[in-house]
Structure formats: C-alpha cells, structure tokens
C-alpha cells in the first residue's frame, strides 16, 4: 500500500492548540520524537497489520519470495504493461474454458452416436449385448421366495420399474408383490364359478398376463375366454374384452403403445386399443389352440400354435404372416430377444432360437432339461416356459425337471451354450427377466400351466427371485484379497 492512503485516512488538517499540546506531552511520555511520530501515522492499524502478520506465518520461504517477486515486477510495471499483462492473462481464461466446453460437447456428441447406434442396432434387431459372459450361478441360499397363492402360479410379470411383481395363479387370483420387502401390497381374490355377473375379477384359471411398457395397464387372460384390463397402480378394475371364442392363452402389450394383442384356444389373434376400450381386428392362420404369444416395439406380434408346429409372426399393418417349421411336438412358449431373434420352447424338450429371416432354427438343444421315465421307455422334460433379457445373449427355459437352465446365445445368435442351472422344484411354468437384468423371476406350481397331466406334491406353489450374479472385476477382486 502506497503511504498516501495512510496521509489521507490520518490526517487531520483542523488540529487545535490544546490538541498539539496534549500530543506532545504525549510523545515526551512514550520517548518518541515529533519525526517519529510521522513516520508511526503512516503504518497500518493494529488489526489489519495482525491479518498480514498472520498470512505471513503461515506461507513458506518459498512462496514468500514469489509474493516478493511479483510486487516487484508490478511495482515496475507501467499501467499500459499492467493492462496488457491482464488481458493476456483473460483471454487464456477464455481459451481453457473454450477448450473444456468443446470437450464436453464432443463426449456429449459421443454418447448420443452411441446411443443412437443402439437404438438403430435394436430397430434391425442386431443388437447383442454380451452380459451372459459375467454371469455365476448364485448360492441357493440368496433365492428368495414369495408364497401367498393356494394353486400353482400360471403367470407373472415384473413392472418396467423392477419394483413390483404380478403374479396369478389357478386359483383365479391376482397378487401384486413389493420384491425388496417381499409383502403382499393388493390381492385380486377370485371368485367362484357361475359369479361372473356380479364377481369383479376372475372366476376361471387364469392363464396369462401382460403389462405396459409404461406400468399404466395391467392385462389378464383366463379360461372363460375373458381379458381383464387393471390400472397397475392401484388394481382398479376397467375394462372386460370379451370376442375370444376359447381360453386367452396369451397376451401382450406393444412396446411404447397401449395396443394389445390376444391369443387363444380359439386359433385367432385379436388387436384391442385400451386407450379407446376396443376392439381393432382379427388375425387367422394357425391350425391349432395357440399357446403363447409376444411383442416388442414393432407393429406385429410372433405367436407359438401348439400341435400344430409352427411359430408365426404376424405383420399387423401389411396384413400377412411369416410361418416358421422346426419343432417335431407342441410349441408351448415363445419370446422375443429382439425385433429379429426369438427363443421357443416345446414338450419334445427342445429350445431354438430362431431368426425372422430364416424359416428353420438357427440352432436346437435337445432334451434341454433331461427325461424322465423307465429305463427304455424314457420321456423327455417338457419346456414349460421360456425368458430372454432383451437385446441380450442370455435366455432362461423351465421345466419340471427341478432346475431353471440359463443359456449363452452364440455369435449372431447361433447355437446355445449352458451357462448354470438353478435348482427349483417344480412346474416352472413363467419365467421373467427384470428390465435391469439383475434378477430372474420364476412362477413354480405342482402342476403345468394349461393341464394337470402330473403333480409334484414335493413342490410348492410360489415365486422365485433368483439373483444374477456377476464375475467380480479387477478392482474387485484387488480389494477382497487385500
């Protein structure tokens, strides 16, 4: 600080006689002379001399010379040097932000071309994401199950948010489960046969069930050839689809719509807007009671026919059906691993995936779950139920053979490779992937979904939440052995 600021701050051009006076008796007392006292005006006041004393302590020698290097370079420094000096200074500021920005941008851009490219690879049904590779069996012990059913569970899905699960059973009711705590949060009680006029819900087995891409609807399918529509949230009844002439076999919502798709006994397809209450249309082609049925975002649907071998996809908006042959029993279950892959399951115990573009299996195991039987006489495990995580090459396939197989898909969705099987015992008779694929869910009941050709009095009706457990990484394993 220049010594003027002191002059002017202390300075008092109006001083008395008496005043100059009691100064100097002042100055006689505390030793000092008339020069002195000049010079002791133009220091600091005491607190703010104590805060420069105090950043003083605390820098090192270090500093303390760069601090007196840089005063002395301003204290040369001409006020157009000083300008020129800090205007440099700013537009280097300027610069290092500029460049930070445009890296920003440039991950930004980044991941929105990833993003993009997955959802193109996921239009062309192209994309595989490789988890199946990370996975381990997880131990018996972390199967969690949920029991609140009397007969064996049918169905179940699990809501887009991984929150809450669906299940229905033969005994005709609909449970809404919370899968962290594992309570019962809404039970749809079913009601005997002969009370559909006055009973809100199902009074006959229910057989399927599906769930909106956006958790808003909750669709249920049952023997009495009736479609039940639910708000998910609170299980409120809304709406009853009747048309079907056989059992609802098989539902599903379009991905990203409110467009329902319905399969049945019937042979038929039927396409419904709930958001409008109605019905669109009806698809014929199989030759046989429809077992099962799927969708994802495209308008169309694939659908197992049983006996009669095939498996079809139905191209909604051109009105034609691509028929597919390769299994030598009744397909049982069918879903989509993406917009061009599906996965099906049958009672002569295969698995296939297939390709829409290919009118044969792109690969088959078969006896996937083992037989069963006298020696020579010996029959194979039915499929029950299969799951695939979307855009993935992990699927999933139930039986009755007590174990739930977790598949690899291979390169492009050639072949399949067993990963692990998880012991459960029972009819799996619904199997779901969670949309964050950290878990799978399985419907277990003594008896098959659509019969009761045999019943496994070992088991128990209930819900299985297996978790997906991963290979620890690097860093992981680095921290456990430490």
Known sequence: MSSSFFIKTKGNPKTTKKGKETA????????????QSKIRAKKPSKKYSEEISSESEAESPAVSKKRQASEEIESEETPQEKKLRLAKFYLEQLKEEEEKKAEDEAFETDLIAGRLQEEVLEQKGKLQRPIAKDLIPPDTSEIRVLRGHKLPITCLVITPDD?????????????????????????????????????????????????????????????????????????????????????????????GTHD???????RSIKVWNVDENAYVETLFGHQDAITGLDSLSRERCVTAGGRDGTVRVWKIAEESQLVFHGHEG?????????????????????????????????????????????????????VASVAALQNSDTVASGSHNSQVN??????????????FSVPVSGFINSLKFSSSGQFLVAGVGQEHRL???????????GIYIIPLKRKPSNAEEAKQTK
């Open 330 to 382: 009744s397909i049982d279950c069918v879903q989509l691993i993406n917009e061009e892959h599906m996965i099906t399951g049958a009672d002569d115990g295969s698995v296939s995936l297939w390709s829409v573009n290919k009118k044969k299996p792109l690969g088959t195991v078969k006896q996937a779950h083992g037989c069963h039987g006298d020696l020579g006489l010996e029959q194979p495990h039915w």
């Open 163 to 255: 929150r809450c699960i669906f299940s229905a059973a033969k005994d005709c009711s609909i449970i809404k489960w919370d899968i962290e705590s594992g309570k019962k949060l809404h039970t749809i009680h079913g009601g005997r046969k002969g009370t559909e006029d006055r009973h809100v819900g199902h009074t006959a087995h229910i057989l399927c069930m599906t769930i909106s891409s956006d958790g808003k609807y909750l669709g249920t399918g049952d023997m009495n050839k009736l479609i039940m529509i639910w708000e998910a949230e609170t299980c409120k009844h809304l709406y009853k689809f009747t048309g079907h002439k056989g059992p609802v076999s098989g539902l599903s919502f379009r991905k």
């Open 451 to 461: 019969g009761r050709w045999w019943r496994l009095k070992e088991a128990k009706n």
């Open 24 to 35: 100097a008796v002042k100055r006689k007392a505390d030793g000092d002379s008339g020069g």
């Open 406 to 419: 977790v598949w690899k898909c291979g390169q492009n969705y050639r072949g399949l490779e067993l990963l």
């Open 260 to 266: 329902l798709y319905s399969a049945s006994h019937d």
